[in-house]
């Protein structure tokens, strides 16, 4: 018994000195990264070439996109170096107290995992499936074990012919059960163990695994506040269906506000957490028409108030700049509006091609024969009860906003189809 308490005494005594040279060793292994994270070394590339940190940003020089973390991917106690700034990963490597690159991923579908192996995992549609490939590699960052595997939803082809479920395993057709029983122990390694730094060297705080969606009411409160829709009884809300993005790696729904059912603001964004994602239009939506009069109109009201030439011959000219951005607006939309298959954009629409076109044509001879004799009119009353050169400068002003009037109906149109 002595014996026996003398030998396990000695191995515990083996073990914790082992476990000490291992963990000053790592330590050893981790400040020469950190010394190359921080430009004082640089790594060899797999041609031989020296490379600093610097030579592997890809876009983000103030390093902000950037974080990192340390695990023996290989198995053969040294631990590599994972600096990962999306979709890029890179691992790096030490022999011989120098920094090698050692491998690099650029999928945004590949993911490290807490035992240091990868796994790759897509989602794609028609009909809705995830491909997955989990892998390891050796010494040489060549891979030494792999497996493929594949769900694929039943979808339907035609009235009353239903496809089921169907799922693979390295290729091969497995059913539901065998599946699971094949792929429960990769799937289920995850990444939640993995330390990762900022490039200051603070650790990242772990983001919860979503599981639940939000209610579509949750999802619209949030995203209303978000996108600034105020609580109006007038404003209705929309949520679409769920989506998979394929270049976010990430889950949608499309969120619509409508205001007097007119669409106000929207945006696609996280079913789980309603952070917004793309395809982002705040409240209030502004239409076509109020964007140009914003630009142009409120650029002619500001420079109305305080021109830099005030005489009667400067705020005519004023008038004329912006009355010649108008006529501009309204030509650009003539020829938009007689270039439209009307069939194509509204096919609700009371006239075929060729009577509309012929519509708006009419409608341009009209305004242009009416607006001719208007501001003629227009010009005599003014003489009529002013009479000198302020005429000019109110005469200006009012063929600006006949001309932005005409513009603003075009626009009108078009934007109605």
Known sequence: MKKLLALVCVLSLFLGIFAGCKSREDDAVKALYKQFIAGEITAFDKDGAEKTF????????????????????????????????????????????EIYHWHTEDSLYVNLLNNGALLYERHGGAPTHINYEYYELDQNAEVKFNVTFSCWDGQSIEEGKVYPDEYFFNEEKVTKDEYRAKTKKYLEIGSDKLVWYDMDGNKQKLTPIKTEELSNEELAKIVAKSLGVPDRDNITYSVGEKYYWDAGATYYKNVEFNENDRLVAFANVDPYDGT??????????????????REIDGAYDEEMKSPEDSSTAGMCAISEKYTKKWQAVADEYYNKLMQCDIKKTNETSYYTTQ?????????????EKEHAIQCENYKKTLYAIYGGTIVNTLYADYVYNEQMEWALKLVGIYEQL
């Open 276 to 293: 917004l994602l793309r395809n982002i239009a705040k409240y209030p939506i502004e239409t076509l028409s109020e964007k140009l009069t």
């Open 54 to 97: 610097l030579d592997y940003l890809e876009w983000d020089l103030e390093k902000q996109d950037y974080r990192y973390t340390f695990l023996d991917m290989t198995g053969d106690g040294i631990v590599e170096l994972c600096i990962q700034q999306t979709p890029y990963k890179y691992f790096f490597t030490v022999k011989d107290n």
């Open 355 to 367: 009577e509309f076109h012929t519509f708006i044509k009419n409608m341009k001879t009209s305004w």
